[in-house]
């Protein structure tokens, strides 16, 4: 029993940590997760070409298999051009990708909804210790596409929308795990959060990326200098969920300039674009 599925990064317009209402945006980079189910009863994960932590993936291959299997073991294999711990959600396009590319293995992928599968991912993040929130926001707008706005306290959807950007993104060589975050100093900033979940549920998705953007960093400890410098030419930039990336929005043709003034700095700057198709069997 074999199963493939590929899930889309995502990039922030509101981090959830200091009021549980959170809203992201699908980007045109994936992870792939290639699942087959045995009779052994035991789980087994790797990620190809990486030795981080694949707690994750192996409980989403056991939830699944709790709902719609028969106590099915197996093994999960991850490959993914989505940087780890970078702000991008890359826990996220993995456990989407993992959680369809199991049901793909157990011919149930008619059984349970997007939204349904979204929420076991979701599920398996809290069980793995990977998130705060249960960043149902990062998880709706990688299987769903698109850019969303979630209630991440209720695992509810508020606003699934269409957005056509191309998408600048600074990612410094530091990590940082969202599940290290500090909290507390993010619940200091509810009131600008509050100020951002309105302007994002108006459509004022880019404002609202720049607030929060500026907000966080502060709460977070984050150097604003990269924000600041592409505000002038793009339609939005944020640290991206509890950082390092910084994820810039608009058309190409001015985000040139601010790829040019962020090329100085260490790590890596790319382009890529937003992406409306979510997560897909393989
Ligand atoms: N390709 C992958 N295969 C398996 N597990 C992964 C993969 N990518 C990420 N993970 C899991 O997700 C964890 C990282 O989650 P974390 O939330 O810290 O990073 P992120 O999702 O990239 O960041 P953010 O939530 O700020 O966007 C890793 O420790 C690992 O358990
Ligand atoms: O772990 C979490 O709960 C989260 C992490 C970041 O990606 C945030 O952007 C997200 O809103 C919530």
């Known amino acids: 029993m074999q199963g493939a599925a590929a899930a889309p990064a995502a990039g922030t317009v509101l981090n959830a940590l200091a009021t549980g209402t959170g809203s992201a945006f699908a980007i045109d980079v994936e992870t792939t997760a290639r699942v087959t189910l045995d009779d052994s009863g035991s789980i087994t994960g790797a990620i190809t070409d990486g ?20 106590g099915q073991g197996g093994h999960v294999e991850t490959e993914s051009s989505v940087p780890t711990a970078a702000g991008l959600k890359s826990s996220s396009a993995a ?99 509050d100020h951002v979940a309105d302007l994002a549920l108006s459509g004022e998705y880019g404002t609202a990326m720049t607030v929060n953007g500026l907000a966080y960093a502060a709460a977070l400890g984050f150097d604003p200098d ?12 944020s640290l991206s969920g509890t950082g390092p990336s910084v994820v810039a929005v608009g058309n190409r043709e001015h985000l040139e300039a601010v790829a040019d003034r962020w090329d100085h700095r260490e790590g890596r700057t790319w382009f890529t674009t937003t992406r409306t198709r979510g997560a897909r069997v393989l």
């Open 95 to 193: 456990a989407n990708a993992t959680v369809l590319a199991t049901l793909d293995a157990l011919d149930a992928g008619d059984a349970c909804s997007r939204t349904a599968a979204t929420r076991i991912g979701v599920e398996a993040a809290r069980d793995a210790g990977v998130t705060v929130t249960g960043a149902f926001d990062d998880a709706a707008a990688s299987m769903l596409g698109g850019l969303v706005v979630t209630d991440n306290d209720e695992d509810d959807l508020l606003v699934r929308d269409r957005v056509h950007w191309d998408v600048l993104v600074w990612t410094p060589p530091a990590t940082a795990h969202s599940a290290d975050a500090d909290v507390e100093r993010c619940r200091q900033i509810a009131p600008m959060a």
């Open 51 to 70: 030795d981080g932590d694949t707690a994750l993936i192996e409980r989403c291959v056991e939830r699944v298999v709790d709902r719609f299997g028969d």
């Open 226 to 237: 990269p924000m600041v410098e592409a505000m002038a030419d793009a339609r939005g930039v």
